[in-house]
């Protein structure tokens, strides 16, 4: 049979009808999966061709001190980001707007990157934007219409400076931190974050939940117009997180504070632990971090000098000086040594000759044979010596470990840094070598110096254990949210009566007898802290009313080289909380000389004499 034979040509007629069938069938099961099955999905693809999300930034909770007074709020603002149908569109929109928007090459790649990991959103150019500068751009979306403006808020600190390093500061989440999850939370790409202080620390809170809107675009991914706002989600605020802080105390403390001089104040209830103020100099606008910070701004802030971001009040760290004697006195006293009329067998005639080695006292012309109660009025550092000694080094480490200088205080601000104490002799000995190291330690650890360095927030914790009745403290806190550890002294009320008195002394006849305040009862020790890269610092802690304390305040004045200079600044803030703005002052005036300018924020300790 040939090719062409009739059946031949029916049966290959046969098989082609049965395969267009089959294709046409097939044609309409896809089309019926398409059109019928699948459509919600393309559907949705197809908006989300033509729709860009764009996202709403939440405004973030309201800060307030303890009276309600507002320290970090927000106000209105501007946001210019940019959308395109390609990365090529998008570059050639930012290099066409950077003269206007100040963008450098490095910045216009920072947004073209974002839009290649979410190029489904407009990319974030700047959050910082002025009125004057959106008014500019608005001209260019004729020609540029990836463009995309809208309103959100900005966060704004009316106090700026004068609780910069309390409140903290704002900025836009960078990329090495989201590839951190838990160093914030949920936080998208371009979104804002704290960056220090309670914006930090308390971010997960303050930060709210970001609202979504609609643009509509073109085939080249050019905005056509808003959708409606049936399609908006709104964003929520951040809950609003009230603090301990006194701002008019804290005003007042900026104010009394000597301008040129660095250091650091921190004043709390020792009740509670609540901060009343907290000021570390010199200080910063937090309002320049919010948004983008121009580089002139930046450059300023170096040349100022002092590394005013670094937080001296919880990062500094400083020997404690004559301050931490009470820590020695509290730990004879509790193991039953001595007691506030012991007299040493040696008396202060200037110093004391320890082995080969002459341990001067801070008087030249000696104290004599004092009790307890008197070398701690006039910080007779003979005394101390000899009381350092009969505790014993051993004891001496135990018993400061448990009193809390080995542990940060615990305050709510990010970066406290831990204290540098010994734990215990083993320190010396990996430090020095098995006993390569004389009791010389114990002596120099005895007045405060040698290997023990303390930030000024610990200092405020160990003197509310002193100020309040049972001896014990809880934490520092800017928040109250809760029950916190609490440390004890561990001493008698008599013990701790009698130290409270010696501390009055201080003030009214001993080292800080210059800053009493009339009417007000004030316990407190005035100390100087060695420094080996300059003038020594200055300390002074105190608290009052000396019968029931209500407030702590420890300050440290970098180079003011005596406590006594420091004391009338410390009492000025007491009087002022206590007595209102009508009190009796002391006079604070601080060394007529120039300003000394080199510092040591962790000196060095001392080393200790190594046997021969």
């Not at 399609?231 to 105390?249: S, V, W």
């Not at 006195?329 to 012991?342: E, I, N, Q, Y």
């Not at 290997?451 to 405020?460: A, D, G, L, P, Y």
């Amino acid at each position: 049979m040939t090719w062409f034979h009739r059946h031949a040509v029916g049966h290959r007629a046969d098989v082609a009808r049965i395969v267009v069938v089959l294709v046409f069938g097939v044609l309409l099961l896809a089309f019926f999966r398409v059109q019928v099955l699948s459509s919600s999905r393309y559907r949705l693809e197809s908006e989300e061709n033509r729709l860009r999300p764009v996202r709403l930034a939440a405004p973030r909770g309201l800060i307030t001190d303890r009276k309600g007074v507002v320290l970090a709020e927000n106000v209105p603002g501007y946001s210019i980001a940019v959308t395109g149908s390609s990365v090529d569109a998008v570059r050639a929109t930012l290099e066409d707007i950077a003269s206007i928007a100040n963008l450098d090459s490095s910045r216009i790649e920072a947004v073209v990157n974002r839009y290649r990991r979410r190029h489904h959103e407009p990319a974030i150019v700047r959050r910082d934007a002025s009125f004057e500068l959106v008014s500019a751009l608005e001209e260019r979306r004729i020609v540029r219409p990836g463009i995309v403006i809208q309103s959100e808020p900005r966060r704004w600190y009316p106090f700026g400076e004068i609780a910069a390093h309390v409140v903290g500061y704002v900025g836009e989440i960078s990329e090495e931190e989201l590839a951190d999850p838990e160093l914030y939370p949920g936080a998208r790409s371009g979104e804002v974050v704290g960056r220090d202080g309670l914006e930090r620390q308390y971010d997960a809170v303050l930060r709210g939940s970001e609202g979504l809107r609609y643009i509509e675009v073109d085939a080249l991914g050019r905005t056509v117009r808003e959708v409606a706002d049936g399609t908006t989600l709104e964003p929520g605020q951040g809950d609003t997180i009230a603090t301990t802080l006194d701002i008019e105390l804290q005003q007042f403390v900026s104010q009394q504070f000597p301008a040129g001089w660095q250091g650091a104040v921190i004043a709390a209830d020792p009740r509670t632990g609540g901060v009343l103020a907290l000021y570390s100099a010199p200080t910063f606008d937090p309002n320049l971090f919010v948004g983008r910070m121009e580089l002139e701004d930046w450059n300023a802030l170096l040349e100022a000098g002092g590394e005013p971001l670094f937080n001296r009040a919880i990062e500094g760290l400083y020997p404690p000086a004559s301050p931490w004697k009470l820590a020695v006195a509290a730990s004879a006293l509790k193991r039953g040594l001595v007691d506030l009329d012991t007299r040493m067998d040696i008396p202060c005639t200037g110093g004391m000759l320890y082995g080969n080695r002459y341990f001067r006292c801070w008087y030249e012309a000696g104290h004599g044979r004092v009790t307890l109660r008197e070398a701690i009025e006039h910080s007779c550092d003979v005394y101390f010596y000899q009381l350092g000694l009969l505790i014993g080094l051993d004891n001496l480490l135990e018993d400061g470990v448990k009193m809390g200088f080995l542990e940060p205080s615990g305050i709510d601000l990010p970066d406290e840094r831990s204290p540098h104490f010994p734990e215990s002799t083993e320190y010396y000995d990996r430090r020095y070598g098995p006993r390569g190291w004389t009791s010389g330690v114990t002596l120099n650890l005895s007045i405060g110096q040698g290997e023990n360095s303390q930030s000024v927030s610990n200092m405020v914790r160990f003197y509310s254990m002193l100020a309040n009745e049972d001896g014990s403290a809880p934490e520092l806190r800017l928040v109250l949210d809760g029950p916190t550890r609490r440390r004890q002294l561990g001493l008698d009320n008599e013990s701790l009566q009698g130290l409270r008195e010696s501390l009055v002394q201080v003030v009214e006849t001993g080292t800080a007898a210059a800053s009493q305040v009339a009417q007000l009862r004030i316990a407190g020790k005035t100390g100087t802290a060695q420094n080996a890269h300059g003038r020594d610092h200055g300390w002074f802690v105190g608290f009052a009313p000396a019968e029931n304390p209500e407030i702590v305040v420890a300050a440290i004045l970098e180079h003011a080289e005596h406590g006594s200079t420091v004391a009338p600044f410390v009492n000025r803030i007491i009087a002022r909380f206590i007595l209102g703005e009508d009190a009796p002052l002391p006079r604070f005036v601080m060394p007529a000389d120039s300003v000394p300018r080199p510092r040591a924020l962790m000196p060095e300790p001392a080393t200790p004499e190594r046997r021969q």
